[in-house]
């Protein structure tokens, strides 16, 4: 009897390894585009479906997909996938939760350092052979002492504070859940006293209907000064909009983005003209160990296929990052 080999439809970027292992399990498609349009084209006889950042499987591409057995995502967080629509067909959806975390939380202690010390311009101003003047304006705070804010005390926001801590800064932090015992020294505070308190602002939490525009207008009026805000979690988790109107003020003393809403940012966006803002690439997890562990999510996606328990489902609701 001829069995119909299991259709895998990979919609983004993925490593040939990854693809090796997939290959084993049945007929690999790789989509040149992840728009909706050809998304719903491509699942029609899928098996399975995998994604990373920017392919969105919304429940009209779940709809069109009748064979579909389960939802890859290599990364942290699941915002671009409808978890309910899935789960309302009985598709299992899994993910990678632990894969970004040294790399999110490293990108983050460097970005908050670079920020604070003016490395980058020190930098551009050697290199113009301005190296007096350089040395002349680079004065920046030292975090020994300063209060950190962590908005979000999980995985990456855990391994953020242990770092900052170990640099002498004070640690204030801000969960939805019970963190549980911590292996270094932490208090827990309302929103409004952290953001009110901290002299860094570092966020980690998921994108969720609550976390949307948290950071906003009006937060940033109670930001601390001088204060400056980290942001390597999700880019519409701050109103990007209010921030360069903050950052023209004063109120915030300085930004730190490694990720935007809308992401990239248009040339005209006032994010890009907006004064002592540091801007990375959305990198948090591209370091080549993290990369390695978001396509492990391959293994997780053949299990589901060969009938087996996957190491990592989605959680009954989106986890702190």
Known sequence: MNHRPFQIVVAERYGEAALAVLRKAGEVHVLDSYEESVLLRAVAEADALLVRTYAQVTARVIEAAPRLRVIGRGGVGLDNVNVQAARARGIPVVYTPAAATHSVAELTIGLMIALERHIVGAHAAVRAGQFAEARRVSRGRELHGLTMGIVGLGRIGRCVGRAAAGLGMNILFNDIVDVGSLDFEARGV????????????????????????????????????????????????????????????????????????????????????????????????????????????????????????????????????
């Open 190 to 321: 309302d929103k409004p006293t952290l953001f009110s308190t901290a002299d860094v602002v570092t966020l980690h939490v998921p994108l969720t209907p609550s976390t949307r525009g948290l950071v906003n207008a009006e937060v940033l009026a109670g930001f601390r000064q001088p204060a400056t805000l980290i942001n390597t979690a999700r880019g519409a988790v701050v109103d990007l909009v209010a921030l360069a109107a903050a950052l023209q003020a004063g109120t915030v003393a300085g930004a730190a983005l490694d990720v935007y809403d809308p992401e990239p940012p248009p040339p005209d966006h006032p994010i890009l003209h907006a004064p002592h803002v540091l801007f990375s690439a959305h990198v948090g997890a591209r370091t080549h160990s993290g990369l390695a562990r978001m396509e492990q999510v391959v293994e997780d996606v053949v299990a589901v296929l060969n009938g087996g328990t996957p190491a990592y489902p989605a959680p009954p609701a989106e986890p702190c990052a």
